[in-house]
């Protein structure tokens, strides 16, 4: 049995590429099939792509039309573009094989094998073409004397023979044909004159002729490896058309001719699946269970070991109520097999589907459990099974659902050049609408990529995948809040264990049920599914679940992969994305693992300036500076995007003129208290403190604080050298026992630049600035300014897990009034060192 049997649940990048390399299996010799057994090659190469994919294309369509010269020439131009696609080495080999080059094929594949190792389908294939070398050569050295012992042929029937013969050596195969077929009407009782016409017929393009030849050869002398090897060669040639028919013949309706005709081709190719899958579907559709049983168990005697027959077969003797006889077909699917991992997902979901339809749920879910994951997209297959049959075993009296709702989606398509090329999936009523899904998404029609999307849940609503999908979708359309309802939908309907772990934590993620998601997470890492950016994700649920030591592991984890990764050869923007990436999970790191810290700050006129938690919130209507610490402790952890912290800090005023306020130590005050952020998607950070008076002439009090920070470009970049940066801070705050109010706000927009020749850790951010301040013991005004300032920072205390985590950040600002006193005029500067 032949060709990728192609599960169409998986992401389908490069699928034509894909097929381009299953259509070497359509016009090769026996070993059309080999090229279906993915796990013969250790390590796909990436799919052709670009000029390679094109110039492989004309090759193969090439070989298709018998211009086999062009397909050699095309062939080695696409092995110079891309010598690790193994493929490409076998359509070399058949083009030259297909001219008689025996030699040239055998050493073409045998620098293949050099080149990847000893293959089987390399192997296989250097094999034939050297039977067909020695065949060859028999035939030229018999024509340089007598074609037969003297006393084998004789009269006539020798005089055809040897002209025959010399007709093939001198490569006029036609006439080498006209008189291979003298010589046989008058001895028909040799087999090489039967074995000449074949190899003459052939090398002059008339296939049909080659075939009749052999198919009567095969009924005077039996089969032989010489007539089977000849017979397949020819019969690659012959099975497109055949297959095109049968195509045509189904669109149009026709279901007899199209079996009949696809019989045909399955009689020219019985190693091509494809052609073998399309007949099984014909005689689903004209419900012929006893045509399909036995043209299953055709295609298990010519290959026992490709599995999907085995369920093809099953499904037919079930309709026939052969139960016995299915099950051990079914049984099949869940051994080892040198199939694709993916094939095997795709024949186990029907086999559990078929199950279901005899209320053999358990059955189902007992052998789904059993299954490992693979790591690609066909593990929905398993998932959604395994969590259909755990449903059913759970519902007290479910409904059996008909045989017609486990049979299989075979999708064909005609190519112009090898007839059918089909992919096989579980039964799926909303295949269709799906499919159209992807279609409009990859042409980027998001309003009929959703319309589709939600066909296909309300065509198959218990599908978890589906619902998956209507996800994506509006993930894709940026309509983020409909996506997470549809995601907390799919959780409260009891379809999340329906979907295979990694998934399941990203819809988990979707939902905001950030405990699920890291159960999920953990559960694909278990089976080694978590690359990277997952790892990273992983991190984040734990960190959001409040689960900061996991949190920690799964960010080195991700920083120990990526790290390993950036060793690869990087250019230009990939190289610099992957270093802000690996910037942007340690800066999670650091986050995850921080408990406490601190700041000390100095400022000059600092109500002017955003306040920090460091500083005194009391805004004065004088020139003053103001110096201030403070330490801080988060007792639960980072809490992800939510932030709780108890704070302690004290500050002083000095530096006022005289009859301005309390200056120097008898302005001095301490604070105890506690702030929040409590939502994880706006900044907005809640603080309640006690002041407590040091000087003699600070005075208590309680305050209450609201404050809002946000911007771009804020934090330290390392994939560009410099990156445009906005920054917006307000803050307002009522101290209770003396009552009073404030307010300030400011805006700072302009460009940070990273100072490399200094040191990558220092970065300067000249802007333009506006702001604004409030105070009710002051006056009732809001004076506002606009100015010009520079930030100089200068960052360090780093590691292989944690990005820059203290700093030392000088600023100055000049302002100019715009409205109200002078408050807003003037220079303002600070300084602080963050630890």
Known sequence: ??????????????????????????????????????????????????????????????????????????????????????????????????????????????????????????????AQIDVLAAAAAKVVRTSATAPLPADALTGDAFAAAQSAYRAYAEKRYADAAQSAQQAIALRPDVLRLRLLLIDAASAAGNDLLAWQADVQAVRQFGDSDDLRLRRTFIGNG??????????????????????????????????????????????????????????????????????????????????????????????????????????????????????????????????????????????????????????????????????AAARPIVDCENDPDFGESCDVWPADPGHAAASAQARASERGDKQAALRYAREAVALAPDSAQHRVEVVDVLDDAGRTREAADVARALIADGLFDSLPPLEAGYIALRAGDNARALAAFKQAGAQGKLSADALADAGYAAEAANRDAQSARYFEQAIDKLATESRRPLHGAAKGAAAQQLED?????????????????????????????????????????????????????????????????????????????????????????????????????????????????????????????????????????SWWTVSAYAEGGHYIVHSSNYATAVLEAGRTYRIDRVSPRFTVFPYVVAAADYDTTIDRSVPIGTGVGMTARYAFRDGHYDTLRSSVELSVQYRWKLVGDERARGVFCSAIFSY
């Not at 998986?10 to 796990?39: D, E, I, K, M, N």
């Not at 019989?263 to 190719?269: D, F, G, I, T, W």
């Not at 007992?366 to 997209?377: F, I, K, N, Q």
């Not at 601190?598 to 005194?616: E, H, K, P």
């Open 585 to 721: 999970l340690r800066a999670a790191h650091s986050e995850a693992t921080r408990r406490w810290g601190f700041d000390v700050s100095l400022d000059y006129r600092g109500a002017g300036l955003q306040s920090g938690y460091a500083s005194a919130p009391r805004p004065t209507a004088s020139n003053s500076w103001q110096a201030g610490s403070e330490v801080y402790w988060r007792p639960f952890g980072s809490l992800g995007e939510r932030m709780f912290e108890l704070y302690a800090r004290g500050y002083e005023t000095f530096g006022v003129a005289s009859g301005g306020g309390a200056s120097g130590a008898s302005s001095l005050e301490a604070a105890f208290g506690v702030r929040g952020k409590p939502f994880a998607n706006i900044d907005a950070i809640a603080a309640f403190e006690r002041i407590v008076p040091i000087g003699s002439q600070a005075q208590g009090d309680w305050l209450a604080r609201l404050a809002y920070s946000g911007g771009v470009g804020t934090e330290r970049r390392v994939d560009v050298p």
């Open 238 to 403: 012959l099975a497109p058309q055949a297959s095109k028919r049968a195509f045509a013949a189904r669109q149009a309706g026709d279901l007899g001719a199209a079996i009949a005709a696809g019989r045909e081709a399955v009689a020219y190719a019985p190693d091509n699946t494809d052609y073998r899958v399309a007949l099984f579907d014909k005689l689903i559709a004209a419900e012929d269970w006893a045509g399909l049983e036995a043209a299953a168990s055709d295609a298990i005697g010519y290959d026992d070991t490709a599995v999907m027959p085995y369920v093809f077969r099953a499904y037919a003797r079930v309709a026939q109520q052969h139960t016995e006889q299915a099950d051990a077909d079914l049984q099949v699917a869940f051994r080892d097999h040198d199939e694709t991992r993916a094939t095997l997902n795709s024949a186990r979901a029907i086999a559990a589907d078929i199950w279901m339809t005899e209320d053999r749920a358990r059955e189902a879910a007992d052998r789904l459990a059993a299954v490992p994951p693979t790591g690609d997209d066909t593990d929905a297959f398993v998932a959604e099974r395994l969590g259909r049959a755990r449903r059913r075993l759970a519902a007290a009296h479910a409904a059996v659902p008909a045989l």
């Open 1 to 126: 049995m032949s060709g990728p049997l192609r599960p169409v649940g998986a992401s389908r990048p490069g699928v034509r590429a894909a097929r381009l390399a299953a259509l070497t299996c359509a016009v090769s010799f026996t070993f059309a099939q080999t090229a279906a057994h993915a796990a013969e090659y250790p390590v796909a190469p990436p799919p052709l792509t670009g000029a390679a994919y094109r110039v492989a294309e004309q090759a193969y369509a090439g070989y298709g039309r018998h211009d086999y010269a062009q397909a050699v020439a095309l062939a080695r131009e696409a092995i110079r573009q891309r010598p690790d696609v193994p493929e490409l080495r076998l359509l070399l080999a058949n083009a030259l094989a297909a001219q008689h080059g025996y030699a040239a094929a055998s050493r073409a594949l045998a620098d293949a094998i050099k080149a990847f190792g000893p293959l089987r389908p390399l192997v296989k294939r250097r």
